[in-house]
């Protein structure tokens, strides 16, 4: 497919309006899903600062410096457990009928233990007792492929697996939960609601307009410091480091690191990423107005960008897709160094269908990150464009298009923008989120010449 660069401008998508919120019945539904779907008495749901995204999509809250547990149990029990400092931040929290114990080990070393030490009395006083079975989440779970075991082994402190077993006996049952939540297809958290759906978008949209205010206004001689200080960053809560990394011609560019006080000098290597709850951003390039052997290899890469969107759709395996984009990128000697797109939630990275052989499905209301990073590349070279998009069937849509008609709005320009500026008609079933729609500079210091199809 023949792709050229061309001066577009980046419009303006339309207003946010006011962020979307998740109803505290849409939490009382995902809980009591959650607890059906575990087939056991009790669901112990593990976090902490950075493990947190089951116990806010289940609760609307995450705790902050400690640890956690969520439970959900007989004739309704919600009971969140956690440490000094987060107690008085459970009033955030969204799901109803919540009840709040202190288990001060779960506090700050330092801090008082004085009047609530035991996680184990506060589990009693839950009404957890020898005999009961428990569903316990944890961060991430085992595949078969990784342990013979892996259905009796937890992603949680062993601690805290250690107090349960002792608590419910040795011949009750503790078994993995997470994928009830996790499970790349048919996880709870795979699949989201229409008002979760507005949240994510909301962010992804401020996620992506702010991570373009870098990549448009970085200049020669700017710090990376300095290019960060563009972001307009007004304190939403991140999944991610932010990122910005730059390098001479020659050298290794590392993505993931933090900004440093090293200037920029033209011909530089750069990439960026930010990211929100519900989204993240990436772009990479040169910092220069031209290189033409730069161009040959992003041309390749666009051209697998649009193979992923052309790809892409609704009851697609997720191995199809991983084939197709890989497939493209090995025409023109290169691959994808992670999975061509995975599922995004409050974390970066929830799970990913789409691998090799996958056999799992796209669903209607997957948020997705369109994520494929071109490997091997250069030494001083790079190249990312990564945005949130989300898959919607025509219910899914008018009911966006009813509730949310601003988002809708904004959804439908992103799209027609990509159809008539970038020459991408996308399938309807696919929502593009982020304010920068497959808007891919090679070269940042003509960040308005975008890669096109001619």
Known sequence: MPIKLAPVALPDFGPL????????????????????????????????????GNIIFLSGFEP??????????????????????SVSYTVLAGLPGIEVLRAQTFS???QTRADDPRLSDRLRDAGLKPGDSIGLV????????????????FFVPDFVVAVLRRLIGPNSTLKDATPVLMHAEKGLRAVVDLDQLAAFEWAAARCSTALWRVVAGVREGDSEFEALRRLGY??????????????????????????????????????TALGFWGALSSRAGLLTDHDES??????????????????????????????????????????????????GSHEEWLHS?????????LRSGMPFQVDVIPVPMPAGWALNCEDAVAFADTDLREAIRTRYPEMHARISARRAFMADALGVSVNENI?????????LPPFWLRSNHVLTRA
Do not use: C
């Open 17 to 52: 309006g006011e962020q979307p919120k998740i109803p505290p019945q849409t939490y009382a539904a995902r809980a009591d899903a959650a607890l059906k779907a575990s087939g056991t008495d009790w669901l112990v749901v593990y976090a902490d600062r950075e493990h947190f």
């Open 64 to 85: 902050r410096f400690e640890e956690a547990l969520l439970l959900l149990g007989p004739n309704g029990k919600r009971i969140i457990i956690t440490g000094n400092e």
């Open 294 to 343: 730069f161009l040959t290899p992003a041309k390749a890469y666009f051209e697998a960008l649009i193979t992923w969107y052309e790809t892409a759709d609704i009851g697609v395996e997720g191995g199809t897709l991983f084939s197709a984009v890989t497939e493209k990128l090995k025409s023109a000697g290169l691959d994808s160094a992670l999975n061509p797109g995975h599922l």
């Open 234 to 271: 007004e304190g939403d809560p991140l999944n991610v480091h932010t990122m910005f990394a730059s390098v001479s011609a020659g050298e290794n560019i590392v993505g993931l690191r933090s900004p440093t006080a090293r200037r920029m000098k033209k011909g530089d290597g750069v990439t």
């Open 353 to 361: 269908p789409v691998r090799p052989g996958s056999t799992e499905k």
């Open 431 to 439: 929502l593009p989120l982020a304010n920068t729609p497959l808007y």
């Open 108 to 110: 700050l070393m330092g």
């Open 138 to 153: 944890g961060w991430k779970y085992l595949g078969a492929d990784e342990d013979q075991d892996h259905s009796n082994l």
